[in-house]
C-alpha cells in the first residue's frame, strides 16, 4: 500500500489565499518553492481541489 501525504501551503492564520484568492503573501521564488516542485515530481498521484487546479492551470 502506498503511503499517503498531506502537503499544502498555507499562511500564518491558516489560510491558502487571502481575500479574493489573492496570493500575493506566497514567495514565487527561492529555495522554499524549488523543494516544492521537486516534491511533486516524485509524487505519482496529485489530488487537488477544483479552484486549486483551475488557478494553477491559468
Known amino acids: ?7 499544502v501551503a498555507t499562511s500564518l492564520d ?3 489565499s487571502g481575500l ?13 518553492l524549488q523543494k516544492y516542485l521537486d516534491d511533486l515530481k516524485g509524487f505519482e498521484t496529485d489530488i487537488m481541489g477544483r479552484k ?4 494553477g492551470y491559468k
Open 1 to 7: 500500500m502506498n503511503k499517503i501525504i498531506y502537503y
Open 14 to 16: 491558516g489560510y491558502i
Open 20 to 32: 479574493d484568492e489573492d496570493i500575493s503573501g506566497f514567495v514565487g521564488v527561492g529555495s522554499g
Open 52 to 55: 486549486t487546479y483551475e488557478f
